[in-house]
């Protein structure tokens, strides 16, 4: 039985890549800063390792008898004092040490498509900055760089269901999200064939036009879409940083960077957008048929 370390597993691209990879026989051994937190998110591995990526020394240990490193870590909002050079770059080069120290033969690393494009933004930067070190590596690599993930679609949604969505420009970009799992077995297949480099997305390309709309139809409701001037978001993306805390403009400029240009990789998978949003709908229709009625007030 080979063994799979993946790195990120309580994640949502995590929790599918440990899932699907115990499903083809694999031993899954899942590196956590929190075993006890971990069980409890029902993570579907064989192994907890419990260590910090950003502290080398909890790392000892966590390679032996590694056939494959697959990292998907990475942070879209900052804690604990870290920021996204402290984690997307120094914690995955990190691991990419432990791995080369111990002779682990296959390293993959769940990257972002289009980071090269985007110098001065902060995560796109550090993630390339660590796909560069690994491409060097003297170890075989594999890079998938996901369009984006239905997850990340939510937002889109939400703004549905508070009745607008807001857009930039003439909301003509286009992208294609791609379902975890998915991708979880499209990545696994990149790394068997051996791939270097392997964009993917899902099978829907849509403008953000199609996709605000797509929100709207999920919810059953008439579609009611405003378009703001592009220059709002271009002045955002200077502006931010001086104005904002690094948790709130970091995650910021990069999806008004990624908005701002197509974000379309090759097709992979079969789960559709518009199943994905249903599915959402209903499950936030479920939770609100299940909460508590509220008490009455006393007078």
Sequence with gaps: MKTVLVAGATGYLGRHIARHYKAKGWHVRALVRDAEKARGTHLEAQELFEGAATDPDSLEGVMADVDLVISTLGITRQR???????????????????????????????????????????????????????????????????????????????????????LFGSGQHRLNPIDGADLAAALAEAIAEGRRFAPMGGPDILTQTELAEAAFAALGTPPRITRLPDWIRRAAIKLLPSVTPAHIHGPALFFLSALGQDMVAPPRGSKRLSTHFAEEVQLRRNRTDTSPPARPQTP
């Design 80 to 166: 604990d004092g870290l920021g996204y050079w402290d984690v997307d770059y120094q914690a995955n080069l990190n691991i990419l040490n432990q791995a080369l120290a111990a002779g682990v033969p296959h390293f993959a690393y769940i990257h972002v498509l289009n980071a090269d494009k985007m110098p001065d933004v902060p995560l796109a930067a550090a993630k390339q900055a660590f796909a560069d070190r690994l491409a060097a590596a003297p170890i075989r690599s594999t890079i998938i760089a996901p369009s984006g993930f239905f997850s990340d679609m939510s937002d889109f949604l939400a703004m549905a269901q508070a009745g607008r969505v807001w």
